[in-house]
C-alpha cells in the first residue's frame, strides 16, 4: 500500500567538492592571523619612530652646532674688537671690547652643557680648549677688563690678545666637531627612517595584499552562499514536486481504495444480506452447510477488505479512536461466543476470564477494542491444532492487561522478528496451510499504540505463544442508559414509515425484506432527487440514505432535506454507504445526516438503529421556560435563597459578558461555522436559563439545536441573528427590573 520509490523524483545531490571548503576553513584563520601581526609589527614601527622624535627633541644636536658657531663667531669678534681698541683707541673702542667679552664670557656656557660634553666629550682637544678658556676668563675677571683697563692700558690689551690667540684653534676645531656629529647623527637618522619607511612601506604592501586576499576570499565565500542558496532553493523546488507528486499519489491511491470499496461492498451488502434471509428458510442440512460455507467466505472477503482499509487509513494517519464506556466483563462474553464455534470445530479448548479486580467499566473504544482481541484470539485457534487457548484480563494501576496464551506451534527468534511486518505470516510457506492476508498483527499493534498501549509476545517452537496487550483504560462511569445491541430480537415499538434511497437493485431488494420482516414500512426511491420529491410530498419518520447516487447524491440530499420546512426538515437521517472511510462518515454528519452506517449491515445492527427510532420521544420537561422574554419566578427564587447583595452581582456580571458573547457570536456567524456557533450557543445558554432571561435561553437553545444537526447556513444565520437580538435586548430587560 505504501508508495514506490521511484514514484518520487529523484533529488539532484550536492557536489562532493569537500576539499576546497575545508581548504578555505584553513586558510581564513591564517590570513587572519598575519594581518594580526602585520598590525602588530606596524604598531611597533611607529612606536620605534615616535622615540626617535622625542630623542631629537631632547637633546636638540642642531643647537649645540648653533651654540659653539655662535661661541666661536663671538671670540673672533672679541678678538678683531680688541685689535681695534689697540689700534684706534679711544672709550667708544674700549667700550665695545668690553662688551664682545662680555658676550663672549656669555657664550662659554654653552660648551659647557651636558648635551656638549655628551657629543664633544670625544673629541681630545675638547677638555684642554674648555680649561683654556676657562682660565682665560678667570685671568681676565682679575683684572678686571673692562672699558677703563682697555682704555688707560694699552699693554694689557696686547697681553689680552696674546692669550686669546692659543684658543682659536681648539674653539674653532670644537665648532667643526660638532658639525661633523651633527652631520653624522643626521644622516644615521635619515638612514633609520629610511630604513623604517622601508619597512613599513612594505608592511602596507603586505596589509593591502592581504586585504585583497581577504576580500577575495569573501567574495568566494559569498558567491559560494549565493549558490549554495540557489542549490537549496532548487533542492526545495525538488522537494515540493515530490510532495505534490506523493500527495497526487496519496490522493489517487485514496479515491481508488474508496471506489474500490464502494464497489466491492456494495454486492457485499446485498450477498450477505441475501445470505442472511436465507438462513431463516427451511433448508435440508446439506443446503444449511452451503449456506454457512458461503456466508464465511463472503466474511472472509469482507475482513479482508476491512484490513486493507485500515492500513490505508493507518498510512494516513487517519486511524481515529472513539472512547466511550465499556464492560470489560461484557467483552468477554461476547468474544466467547464469536470465537467458540471456531474453537469447537478445531477441537481446541477456549477460556476468557478475569483475575482479580478489574474495572466494571472503562473509557475505550469498543470496535477497536474488539478488533485487536478478535485478531490474536482468531489466530491463537488458527496456529493452534490441540490444547488450549486462553485470554486472561487483568488490572494494574490504568491498565489494563489482555494475556492470550495457546499451546500451538510456537515461533522462533527469525519469524518472531518480522511477525508484526505487513504481509508477514507465521505459516510462510507454499502451502499456506492456514491462510490469511499477513495484516492483522500489524494493524492489532498500530490500533494498540494509537490507544495508548502496546503488545509484547514470547514464543517457544513447539510449545506455544503468548501475547500481551497493555493498554491505559481508565475506569469510568456506566452510561445513563446501557445500549441495546440485541437487534431483531427486540420487536419494534411502533412500526416506522422509512424512506429509503438506494440505487441497487439487489440492495433494495435485501432492505425491502429486511424491514418488512422487522415490522416497518418502506417507500424505495433510486436516487437523492427522487428522494427529496418524495418527502416533501409524504411525511416519514426516518430516511435511509445511500451516499453515492445517480441524478443528485445523498450528500446534496440531506441539504435540501434540511431546507425543507417545518418538520420535514427534522426528519432523522442515516447514512447508508458502502463507502467507509472516516472521512466520507464525517462528511456525511455535516451535510445534517444523524447516523452513518457502513455496508454491508448486519441485519442486528440494522434492527437495533429502527428499534431506537420507534421509541416514543421524550417528554417534555416539567416546567418549560415560558413565552416571556423575562421568568420574574427565577427571579424571585433567586431572592429568596441567595443573599438580597448577590443577586444584582449576578444579573450584572451577565450583562457585562454580553459585549464578549456577541463577538464570538459575531465571528461564528462570518461565515456561518455550525461548531462555532453551537459552542458560542451553548456558552450562554444555561447561564441566562438560570437567570430567567427566557429569550436568550430559547434562542440559545434553538441555535444549538440546529448547529448539531448540521443545518444550512441561511437557518443558521437566521437564528444567530435572533439570539444576537435578544443578547442586545437583555441589558434593558435587567435594567427594568433594577437590576443593572
Same mark, same amino acid.
Given at each position: ?135 682665560? *676668563? ?265 494475556? *492470550? ?336
Amino acid at each position: 500500500m505504501s508508495e514506490p520509490l521511484n514514484a518520487i523524483p529523484a533529488v539532484p545531490a550536492a557536489p562532493a567538492t569537500a576539499a576546497a571548503p575545508r581548504a578555505r576553513r584553513r586558510l581564513l584563520p591564517a590570513m587572519g592571523l598575519l594581518l594580526l601581526l602585520v598590525f602588530g609589527a606596524m604598531g611597533v614601527l611607529q612606536m620605534r619612530q615616535l622615540e626617535l622624535l622625542n630623542t631629537t627633541r631632547q637633546y636638540q644636536d642642531d643647537y649645540l652646532v648653533w651654540s659653539l658657531f655662535q661661541y666661536e663667531a663671538e671670540y673672533l669678534k672679541l678678538r678683531t674688537q680688541l685689535g681695534e681698541a689697540l689700534r684706534r683707541g679711544g672709550p667708544e673702542q674700549a667700550q665695545q671690547a668690553a662688551q664682545r667679552y662680555e658676550i663672549f664670557v656669555s657664550r662659554l656656557g654653552l660648551i659647557e652643557g651636558e648635551h656638549a660634553a655628551k657629543v664633544l666629550t670625544s673629541h681630545p682637544d675638547y677638555r684642554r680648549t674648555l680649561e683654556r678658556s676657562r682660565a682665560f *676668563v678667570a685671568w681676565a675677571d682679575t683684572l678686571p677688563l673692562d672699558a677703563a683697563l682697555l682704555e688707560r692700558q694699552p699693554e694689557r690689551v696686547r697681553e689680552l690678545l696674546e692669550r686669546l690667540a692659543p684658543l682659536g684653534d681648539g674653539i674653532h676645531d670644537l665648532s667643526l666637531t660638532a658639525s661633523h656629529h651633527v652631520a653624522a647623527q643626521l644622516s644615521a637618522r635619515n638612514e633609520l627612517v629610511r630604513s623604517q619607511s622601508t619597512l613599513s612601506l612594505g608592511l602596507t604592501l603586505l596589509q593591502c595584499a592581504l586585504l585583497l586576499g581577504l576580500a577575495i576570499v569573501v567574495m568566494r565565500q559569498l558567491r559560494s552562499l549565493e549558490r549554495h542558496g540557489r542549490d537549496q532553493e532548487t533542492l526545495a523546488e525538488h522537494l515540493r514536486e515530490a510532495r505534490q507528486a506523493a500527495e497526487a499519489g496519496s490522493r489517487a491511491k485514496s479515491l481508488f481504495l474508496a471506489n474500490m470499496s464502494h464497489e466491492l461492498r456494495t454486492p457485499l451488502h446485498g450477498l450477505l444480506g441475501m445470505l442472511g434471509l436465507l438462513k431463516d428458510t427451511p433448508l435440508r442440512a446439506d443446503q444449511r452447510l452451503q449456506l454457512q460455507a458461503a456466508s464465511d467466505s463472503a466474511r472472509h472477503l469482507l475482513a479482508i477488505l476491512n484490513d486493507i482499509l485500515d492500513v490505508s487509513k493507518m498510512e494516513a494517519g487517519a486511524i481515529t479512536i472513539h472512547p466511550e464506556p465499556v464492560q470489560p466483563a461484557r467483552l468477554l462474553r461476547e468474544l466467547d461466543e464469536i470465537c467458540q464455534p471456531q474453537a469447537r470445530l478445531k477441537g481446541v479448548a477456549l477460556s476468557l476470564a478475569q483475575t482479580g479486580e478489574v474495572p466494571a467499566w472503562v473509557s475505550a473504544d469498543p470496535t477497536r477494542l474488539r478488533q485487536i482481541l478478535l485478531n490474536l484470539l482468531s489466530n491463537a485457534i488458527k496456529f493452534t491444532d490441540q490444547g488450549r487457548v486462553d485470554l486472561r484480563l487483568s488490572h494494574e494501576g490504568q491498565v489494563l492487561r489482555f494475556s *492470550v496464551n495457546d499451546t500451538g506451534t510456537g515461533m522462533d527468534e527469525a519469524l518472531l522478528g518480522r511477525l508484526f511486518q505487513r504481509f508477514s505470516q507465521g505459516d510462510a510457506t507454499s502451502s499456506r496451510r492456514h491462510g490469511g492476508t499477513g495484516l492483522g498483527l500489524e494493524i492489532s499493534r498500530n490500533l494498540a499504540r494509537a490507544m495508548g498501549g502496546d503488545i509484547q509476545v514470547h514464543s517457544t517452537p513447539g510449545l506455544g505463544s503468548t501475547f500481551v496487550v497493555e493498554l491505559p483504560l481508565p475506569a469510568c462511569e456506566a452510561p445513563a442508559q446501557l445500549p441495546d445491541t440485541s437487534g431483531a430480537a427486540l420487536p419494534p415499538t411502533r412500526s416506522l414509515r422509512i424512506l429509503v434511497a438506494e440505487d441497487h437493485v439487489t440492495n433494495r431488494h435485501y432492505l425491502e425484506a429486511v424491514l418488512e420482516r422487522l415490522g416497518h414500512h418502506a417507500v424505495f426511491c433510486e436516487n437523492g432527487f427522487e428522494a427529496l420529491q418524495r418527502l416533501s410530498l409524504q411525511d416519514f419518520d426516518l430516511v435511509l440514505m445511500d451516499l453515492h447516487m445517480p441524478v443528485m447524491d445523498g450528500y446534496e440530499a440531506c441539504r435540501a432535506m434540511r431546507a425543507l420546512p417545518g418538520a420535514k426538515a427534522r426528519v432523522p437521517i442515516v447514512a447508508l454507504s458502502a463507502d467507509a472511510f472516516e472521512e466520507s462518515r464525517e462528511r456525511a454528519l455535516q451535510a445534517g445526516m444523524a447516523d452513518f452506517l457502513a455496508k454491508p449491515v448486519e441485519i442486528e445492527t440494522l434492527a437495533a438503529l429502527l428499534h431506537r427510532q420507534s421509541l416514543p420521544p421524550a417528554p417534555a420537561p416539567a416546567a418549560p421556560p415560558p413565552a416571556g422574554d423575562f421568568d420574574d419566578e427565577v427571579l424571585q427564587v433567586l431572592r429568596r435563597t441567595l443573599p438580597p447583595a448577590r443577586v444584582p452581582g449576578l444579573y450584572q456580571t451577565f450583562v457585562q459578558d454580553v459585549p464578549v458573547s456577541l463577538q464570538r457570536l459575531d465571528r461564528a456567524l462570518q461565515p456561518p461555522d455550525a461548531e462555532a456557533l453551537r459552542s458560542a450557543a451553548h456558552a450562554v445558554k444555561g447561564a441566562s436559563a438560570s437567570l430567567g432571561l427566557t429569550e436568550v435561553a430559547r434562542a440559545a437553545r434553538e441555535l444549538e439545536r440546529l448547529a448539531k444537526q448540521g443545518a444550512d447556513a441561511t437557518t443558521l444565520s437566521r437564528c444567530g441573528e435572533l439570539l444576537r437580538h435578544a443578547l442586545q435586548r437583555s441589558p434593558a430587560l435587567c435594567a427594568q427590573r433594577g437590576l443593572i
